[in-house]
């Protein structure tokens, strides 16, 4: 299983850009993900999140500015980022709970991340 992330660059302050991370290979469900980010200097953040069932959770510092989504049926979750700021600059990753195996009825889940990719907001 791999989590491809895309989207990532160079934006102004105020600005826009979409992310997407989308999972490939044998999945046999995907549970919650969410969008981190580290800063230099900074520990890794959580950004947002969503359940399966659609749920969000966001950062208070994203809130109102950014939306977080997700296309099942393409095993794909999007960050939609508005209004940036300076200090939203980090490299943002993402990271779901895929099941790649499963027994009977019972799906195991485990931990996958993506690889990271910078997002810089200069002022």
């Known amino acids: 299983v791999q989590l491809q992330a895309s989207g990532g660059g160079l934006v102004q302050a105020g600005g826009s850009l979409r992310r997407s991370c989308a999972a490939s290979g044998v999945i046999f469900g995907i549970n919650a993900v969410g969008w981190y980010r580290q800063a230099p200097g900074k520990e890794r953040e959580l950004v947002a999140d969503i359940t399966s069932g659609g749920s969000t959770n966001y950062a208070d510092s994203v809130k109102g500015r950014f939306t977080i989504s997700r296309d099942n049926a393409k095993n794909t979750v999007y960050l939609q980022m508005n209004s940036l700021k300076p200090e939203d600059t980090a490299v943002y990753y993402c990271?779901?709970?895929?099941?790649?195996?499963?027994?009977?009825?019972?799906?195991?889940?485990?931990?996958?991340w993506g690889q990271g990719t910078l997002v810089t907001s200069p002022a």
């Open positions: 990271k779901a709970n895929i099941a790649t195996t499963h027994k009977g009825w019972t799906r195991y889940y485990s931990e996958y």
